[in-house]
């Protein structure tokens, strides 16, 4: 247990063990506090953010993201909660990708699809772990993803970084470095609902999204291949608007899904803004800053109704989630940026979720 003093507040790593795993591995689950009001629990299995404290207008401490009690629940932790996803986020067609000519098939988990990374994918795994000493409290978990596990070529080596920073973001840093030439596409599966979990749907929720173009899925939630313009579309959040105002509409795409679940392309290159969302409750508001081309937004539309944490009762539509990554089935579209990661080059991205209150 480490502790800073940073004028009057204190930030600190605390360590503790969340359970054992079926052959006995320990689990931990590590608490981040920034010393500033945003506070976060992640687990070594799966890397997932179990809890996140923001406090809101009044000084409210609330945790905004969904989740489970005990590592039990987690070991069947359905739609993904909180975890990270690899090696490959969101789908691939059949499983199959082509790389330098040569056929591959990924681990097929949904219908005839390869679903965040297949049948045991980075959410499912224990991360080996280390707390950061510094100003800014961090945990750096790793893993090794062997050559051929889920059908994936080389021996993958994966660092992902989860920093509270001063100024109240959850930063991740994904990093990864290969042995052969593969692909790779992480992302964090995080539910968030910034009334606090458990509070009911996010249809109030005010969202803004930096994306002229988004991808139309087929009845897989495959994406077609198109890149449609937003305008004049329920997908057109550049001027932000409560998530709820389309979420019913009769629109194809958003009546097939039952609500949103399609890729964003995000303008422009560099770390940017991708998103901005806003509880007109209690002011809790989060930005999300990102340097990969896409973006996932996901209003759990198939969130499995039922008692979750801290007995909280959850549904469909009581979430958001927002998905950096490339976009999905990429390496069949060669117009979509390639999610290609060369042998022996780094694969370097980083996604914040960055809390303000207004
Ligand atoms: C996918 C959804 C899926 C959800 C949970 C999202 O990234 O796009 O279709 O239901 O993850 O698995």
Same mark, same amino acid.
């Given at each position: ?36 009001? @945003? ?26 993201? /969904? *989740? ?5 629940? !987690? ?6 909660? *909180? ?33 965040? *990374? ?51 973001? @959850? ?110 409750? %209690? *002011? ?18 198939? @969130?499995?109704?039922?008692? !979750? ?12 989630? /927002? ?9 069949? %579209? ?25």
């Amino acid at each position: 247990m480490d502790f800073y003093l940073k004028g009057m507040s204190i930030v600190s790593v605390t360590k503790n063990s969340f359970g054992k795993m079926p052959d006995g591995q320990e689990v931990y689950v590590y608490l981040l506090d920034n010393g500033n009001g @945003l506070s976060a629990e992640i687990i070594t299995y799966g890397g997932i953010v179990k809890n996140l404290y923001v406090n809101d207008k009044n000084g409210i401490k609330t945790d905004v993201v /969904l *989740g489970r009690d005990t590592l039990k629940d !987690y070991l069947h932790n359905d739609g993904y909660l *909180g975890a990270l996803i690899g090696r490959h986020a969101n789908r691939i067609a059949k499983g199959k990708f082509n790389l330098n000519g040569r056929e591959y098939c990924a681990g097929i988990n949904e219908g005839y699809n390869s679903l965040h *990374g297949g049948n045991s994918g980075f959410d499912k795994k224990l991360w080996e772990s280390n707390a950061v000493d510094g100003a800014e409290p961090a945990l750096i978990l790793t893993l090794l993803s062997p050559d051929g596990e889920e059908g994936f070529p080389g021996d993958l080596k994966v660092k992902v970084i989860y920093t509270l920073t001063k100024d109240n973001a @959850l930063k991740i840093e994904y990093k990864a470095v290969s042995s052969d030439d593969t692909v790779v596409n992480l992302t964090n599966h995080t539910y968030f609902n910034l009334a606090g979990h458990g509070s009911g749907t996010i249809d109030n929720h005010i969202l803004y999204i930096n994306s002229s173009f988004y991808t139309p899925n087929d009845g897989e939630c495959m994406p077609t291949g198109e890149v449609l313009s937003v305008k004049n579309t329920p997908f057109d959040f550049r001027e932000s608007k409560a998530i709820g105002r389309d979420m019913n509409s009769d629109f194809e795409q958003i009546r097939m899904f039952g609500g949103y679940d399609h890729n964003f392309a995000i303008e422009g290159r560099d770390y940017r803004l991708a998103a901005a969302v806003r509880c007109p409750n %209690n *002011g809790i508001a989060m930005e999300v800053y990102t340097d990969k081309p896409a973006m996932q937004f996901y209003t759990a539309n198939a @969130l499995e109704k039922g008692i !979750y944490k801290d007995s909280a009762e959850y549904d469909i539509h009581q979430a958001f989630c /927002l998905e950096t990554q490339y976009f999905p089935n990429a390496m069949a %579209n060669s117009h979509y940026p390639s999610p290609m990661l060369k042998k022996n080059e780094e694969y370097n991205f980083t996604t914040e979720y960055r809390f303000i209150v207004k």
